[in-house]
């Protein structure tokens, strides 16, 4: 009898127990449902900014798609393997539609022709001027290509005004050369007509005569050169040779002079006109005997440095005063008699058209030191950042008064 009120009080607690369970089911349900409804609007909230953010950024390479159609310039990507993989509609108009797909280098590149200048190329009758980056992280990258035929057009006419205009300016300067040396062989060529003259003072007068006509023939051949400027070259230049071949035409006219030249450039190449780079080398070397006393030094050297070539003629003479030095490549100006005065204004017109400088350090008594810096052939494959920091000391001109 006593077991029934033990089973009845054990499923009392039985059933409490069970009632409990069931209400923290209920709650943990409830809880449950909340989360999920708060969960629910976060994913909702979260869905709308990820589909604002694709629209935006669809919205952004549309944009960046019409720009890249709009862009004058040339825009092409290549693969990690140089694959041509895009290309906007300029560069489509340059090379043409069937060249996605290409390599750039094995089929592209063969098209196309280094000039003088560093990152510029011919390409059939276009100048462009190409420019390669790295595309982030990735082993692609992208090419930026400008067509400058219209730009590199007007800068050739520009420095031709220029040079007229220096003519002009100094026109008043050139008649008096021209007059001088006129006159004299005028006045030589006189006596020649005299019926008593020996034959001693007929040789004399002949050979004065001469000489001052030699004089107006150089003074006019310089002065056609300055006016025409040097005509950029497409000649492979191995500067070691060249240099070779300035000693060989100058060394027998140092004689009573300690002529020295140092080669340092091993292999390196410039493009350009042989026959300007080497006139201009020689014209230096002149110069540095006019100045020089005998038995002074006088050195040619040229070394390779960041992808330039670094030529130096050098001599022991007079030197140059710091006023004097500023108007040296000024057309028409000479310390010398004999001068013509375009013969340093032509050393510079050819230096700066091979895309280079030249700088002079000289010291009075001690001597001077013409510096001509040469991008080398391969230096068209610089970054853009390198050479366009390069070029701003390439164009430098100062005198240095040690």
Known sequence: MDTIPGNKRKLEEAFTIFTQASEHLSNAYQELQQQVV???????VANGELRSQFLEKEALSE???????????????????????????ASLSMFGEDFIGKSWEAEIEPLLRQTGT????????????????????????ILMIQDITEAHNLKMQMQRNQRLSAMGEMAASL?????????????????????????????????????????????????????????????????????????????????????EVLDECGAAVIKGSRKALS?????LLENAMQASSAGGR??????????HVVLSVKD???????????RLFEPFFTTRQEG?????????????????????????????????DLPVKSAARLPSDDWNRRSSDLLRLEVIDE
Do not use: C
Not at 38 to 44: K, N
Not at 316 to 324: D, I, R, S, T, W
């Open 38 to 44: 708060r969960l629910t609007a976060e994913l909702a």
């Open 63 to 89: 944009r960046l798609g019409l720009i890249l159609e709009a862009l004058p310039g040339g825009v092409v990507v290549l693969d990690a393997k140089g694959g041509v993989v895009e290309a906007n509609p």
């Open 118 to 141: 560093p990152g510029e190329w011919l390409h059939s009758e276009r100048r462009l001027s190409i420019v390669r980056n790295r595309l982030g992280a990735s082993d692609g990258q």
């Open 175 to 259: 008649a008096h050369q021209l007059r001088t040396p006129l006159a004299t062989a005028m006045l030589y060529t006189s006596h020649l007509g005299r019926e008593n003259l020996s034959r001693e003072d007929r040789e004399k007068f002949s050979t004065k005569a001469l000489a001052r006509l030699r004089h107006l023939e150089l003074l006019i051949k310089d002065m056609l050169l300055f006016v025409k400027g040097e005509a950029e070259g497409e000649e492979d230049i191995p500067v070691s040779s060249l240099l070779a071949e300035l000693q060989q035409v100058i060394e027998p006219q140092m004689k009573g002079f300690r002529f």
């Open 279 to 283: 006139g201009a080398l020689l014209n």
């Open 298 to 307: 006088i050195g040619l050297s040229g070394r390779l440095e960041d992808g």
């Open 316 to 326: 022991e003479g007079k030197g140059v005063e710091a006023a004097l030095g500023e």
């Open 340 to 372: 013509t005065g375009l013969g340093l204004a032509i050393v510079r017109a050819v230096v700066q058209s091979h895309g280079g400088g030249i700088r002079v350090k000289s010291s009075p008594g001690k001597g001077s030191e013409f510096i001509l």
